[in-house]
């Protein structure tokens, strides 16, 4: 069984920063892409940035310039570095992992920023 444990949530003021951290364990081959989704209440979960294993990176036009996402594969691991925090960066922020035909979710962390 995979699990994907997050941590580095928090509260933070405006133009302050948070880094994230995902680890995967368990039974996982050969993973394609790890990355980060948010969610706020009533909306869909959205795609924030990812990272291929090649080394590929995608992010939202929101976080271009703010947010760097990075992996370490030796630890399965994702990190996901956010500088010049927004309000509107207020979510609840999940870890992804894809793995062939397989996708594996974080539990989710909270991010909250105050204006």
């Known amino acids: 069984q995979v699990q994907l444990v997050e941590s580095g949530g928090g509260l933070v003021q405006a133009g302050g920063s948070l880094r994230l951290s995902c680890a995967a364990s368990?039974?996982?081959?050969?993973?394609?892409?790890m990355g980060w989704y948010h969610q706020v209440p009533g909306k869909q979960r959205e795609l924030v940035a990812t990272?291929?294993?090649?080394?590929?990176?995608y992010y939202v036009d929101s976080v271009k310039g703010r947010f760097t996402i990075s992996r370490d594969n030796a630890k399965n691991a994702v990190y996901l570095q956010m500088n010049s925090l927004k309000p509107e960066d207020t979510a609840v922020y999940y870890c992804?992992?894809?793995?062939?035909?397989?996708?594996?979710w974080g539990q989710g962390t909270q991010v909250t920023v105050s204006s």
């Open positions: 990272m291929t294993s090649g080394g590929t990176t």
């Open positions: 368990g039974s996982i081959f050969s993973i394609n892409a």
């Open positions: 992804n992992v894809r793995s062939g035909p397989a996708e594996y």
